[in-house]
Nanobody, 121 residues
Framework: QVQLVESGGGLVQAGGSLRLSCAAS????????MGWYRQAPGKQRELVAF???????NYVDSVKGRFTISRDNAKNTAYLQMNSLKPEDTGVYYC???????????????WGQGTQVTVSS
């Protein structure tokens, strides 16, 4: 069994910063890609940032230059540093990870429970 636990959300004023963490635990042999998604009220969940096992990153255009995704493989943890936050960044942020439970076994996607980020104007 694998668990992803997010933390670091909260209420912040526009222009402020937050750092989200996503810690994976359980039956983990290796973690492939990890991503942060967000879902605003009344909208579909969207991919915000993604990082490969090798450290390559991708971002949705709306957060480029403001958000930074990183990971600590020794701690099975991914981070999302969010700077210059805007009200439109408000939503529930979810962590997703593709995790392999053993040697040459295919990865399985897991989701965290989500953490609320609210940016006031």
């Amino acid at each position: 069994q694998v668990q992803l636990v997010e933390s670091g959300g909260g209420l912040v004023q526009a222009g402020g910063s937050l750092r989200l963490s996503c810690a994976a635990s359980g039956s983990i042999f290796s973690i492939n890609g990890m991503g942060w998604y967000r879902q605003a009220p009344g909208k579909q969940r969207e991919l915000v940032a993604f990082i490969t096992s090798g450290g390559n990153t991708n971002y949705v255009d709306s957060v480029k230059g403001r958000f930074t995704i990183s990971r600590d493989n020794a701690k099975n943890t991914a981070y999302l540093q969010m700077n210059s936050l805007k009200p439109e960044d408000t939503g529930v942020y979810y962590c997703n990870a593709d995790i392999s439970p053993g040697w040459r076994r295919p990865g399985v996607g897991y989701w965290g429970q989500g953490t609320q980020v609210t940016v006031s104007s």
